[in-house]
């Protein structure tokens, strides 16, 4: 990678090997967002498996509210039925009320906020079907099945005083039925009183006509920045730039902030170009994925228009060879750590037997 990169680098190690005991990142000046997320992969296939020593680790990187992503499935993209799997250890599965609420809980413990963030994946896809084309083949009965769905995980988050709610994401053939998702908010209000967000593709922000529902305008993000294996700083910045500026020219136009729901990229060489695509076979590279992280903290910073961030996502054991998204053990944990006033340590990881770890699902 380039020199600026190395010079990076070479503060992290600096700073890696200074005495954690009573330091605190906090005493610098930070300007991060509000909310400092990130995602928790609840990817386990023990349903007995405890998150609290992950959830310890993200509230030593500074971490204030992390995002529990909880599946429920449709057949296909024309299904009209809604429905839970058993937490049976398949991939295709929905992690149970009682372990999820632990997970709640022990963030709640620790001072942490939680987004709960209802998904919907599918059991089978051809080929360019994801949520973003979804056609029910009755829409009627699945807008009462998607209710439901999201109705349940409402009722889960009032008592359990969850502090940021989902209404949806990225189901963008159905982001312009205004009455429905009127319909819907307004139903979820009846029961729940935290925010509200929904989380739009990354090139379909502009579509959603009920954003001023909501508390929040929400979006992943997944752009490309360069078309370079090697980019430097630089680049990056530069591509962030660009694109902040359409961002806020559009968030201009509503009274709520923007927050990421999911920004991240796989430690992959060439993660900047096509950062959702964790499957190409390059080698690893975590010196790219600090650099993607390093560059969107260097355009981001100090931005009133942010009200936060959820990194995609904490699993698995992380570290120099792993190809995976987490910044887990690599020089992208750094990255966060100093943004988000984190104390120095932490931990690089632990083993544990994962469901696709990568996969959000498409």
């Known amino acids: ?20 005991q009573g330091f605190s990142l906090e005493k610098q000046n930070h300007s991060s967002p509000p909310i400092k997320g990130m995602a928790l992969g ?3 296939k023990d349903p007995n498996y405890d998150y609290s020593k992950d959830l310890r680790e993200l509230k030593s990187l500074g971490v204030n ?20 799997n058993p937490e049976n250890g398949s991939e295709h599965s929905t992690i149970s009320d009682k372990k999820l609420v632990e997970v709640i809980q022990h963030a709640h413990r620790l001072n942490m906020k939680v987004l709960l963030f209802p998904f919907l994946r599918f059991e089978y896809r051809g080929p360019k079907e994801w949520r973003g084309v979804l056609k029910p083949e009755n829409f009627a009965t699945w807008t009462q099945n998607y209710e439901q769905f999201i109705l349940h995980y409402a009722n889960l988050a009032r008592i359990h005083r969850v502090e940021i709610l989902s209404v ?32 739009s593709n990354w090139d379909h922000y502009t579509y959603p006509t009920f954003w001023q529902h909501l508390d929040y305008i929400g979006m992943n ?6 078309n370079s294996n090697q980019p430097s700083l630089a680049e990056l910045t530069q591509s962030w730039r660009q694109i902040k500026n359409k ?18 990229y796989p430690s992959l060489d060439g993660t900047n170009q096509r950062p959702w695509n964790y499957l190409i076979q390059n080698k690893a590279d975590v010196e790219e994925q600090a650099l993607c992280y390093q560059a969107f903290v260097d355009v981001w910073n100090d931005t009133p228009e942010l009200a936060g961030v959820y990194w995609w996502v904490w699993f698995g054991e992380g570290g120099a060879t792993d190809k995976s998204y987490t910044p887990r053990g690599k020089p ?4 966060m750590r100093e943004w988000y006033g984190g104390t120095l340590g ?15 699902g498409k």
Request: cysteine-free; proline content about 2%.
């Open 1 to 20: 990678m380039n020199l600026i990169f190395r010079k990076i680098t070479f503060l992290f190690v600096l700073i890696s090997i200074i005495p954690s």
């Open 42 to 44: 609840l990817y386990s």
């Open 65 to 84: 509210s992390i995002s529990l992503m909880v599946n429920w499935y449709q057949r296909d993209i024309h299904a009209n039925e809604i429905h839970r």
């Open 168 to 199: 949806g994401s990225e189901l963008g053939s159905l982001e312009q039925k205004t009455d429905f998702w009127k319909s819907l908010i307004q139903k979820v209000k009846q029961v729940y009183s935290g925010k509200l967000i929904y989380s």
């Open 221 to 226: 993000s997944y752009y490309t920045l360069s």
């Open 247 to 264: 961002l806020l020219t559009f968030q201009a136009k509503f009274s709520q902030k923007l927050v990421f729901t999911e920004l991240g």
């Open 332 to 335: 992208a944990m750094q990255v």
């Open 346 to 360: 932490g931990g690089t990881g632990r083993k544990i037997h994962l469901v696709n770890p990568q996969s959000r």
